[in-house]
């Protein structure tokens, strides 16, 4: 199955982190043409059974699309057997025959979003990653890059130029350390996805960066952290 995305009169709209809770679109006005960018923790590859299946259905129905940048609270779309690669965007993305409105982007690739050169690059790590094992509730081993990707990302973008950078978590010198949460021991958090992601951004040349991972509205510089605010996408 491939998908490709006309344009046309359609809008573009972006959010951050859903966990599976969509009331934020209640208030949200949109036609069946638009597009809402998710900035990961979509939330719909969570259980990976029925339960996902219910809320998928929900969603698909609403005839609005969803391009979902992969979290680390959900299992990456190329590791379920029942997505397929297609076309989205003009780049690589995968999606459920199922489910043609709800399309994962593809890690490290470029689109073109409303005429702007869009890098998307997913993953970041569990702060809770402990207390998911410990319980037994979902955790997931592909929550970040591999080495192997970040290292073939890197070579594919150092020094090249980017209209807008679309990922989960921050480069690590914008972490919004007012975020974070008194009952974790940040000297064994995993920072290794947001390093990268500062060796990325040092190395690239851009005009804006939206992420989402720390449950906050914030803008810093080029950078844009989303949670629940849903916006006209844009340079």
Known sequence: MIYFFKGGESMVYITGDTHREFSR???????????????????INYFLNHYDDVIK??????GLSFFCVSGNHEERAENISTYKQITFFNGLAYA???YPNLIFAKSGEVYDIDGLKTLVIGGAYS????????YDYPWFKSEQLTNKEMDEIYTNVKNKSYNIILSHT??????????????????????SMELF??????????????????????????????????KKFRK
């Open 25 to 43: 679109l209640d208030y949200f006005n949109y036609t069946s043409s638009d597009v809402l960018i998710i900035l990961g923790d979509v939330g």
């Open 170 to 191: 921050c480069p690590y010198k914008y972490i919004p350390r007012e975020m974070f949460l008194p009952f974790v021991d940040q000297s064994k958090v995993d920072n």
């Open 127 to 134: 702060v809770d990653k402990n207390m998911r094992l410990i």
């Open 57 to 62: 259905e929900k969603l698909n129905k609403l």
């Open 96 to 98: 459920e025959e199922k």
């Open 197 to 230: 992601l500062d060796k990325i951004e040092k190395n690239i040349n851009y005009d804006k960066w939206y992420c989402g991972h720390y449950h906050t509205e914030k803008e810093i510089d080029k950078i844009e952290f989303m949670y629940e605010r849903i």
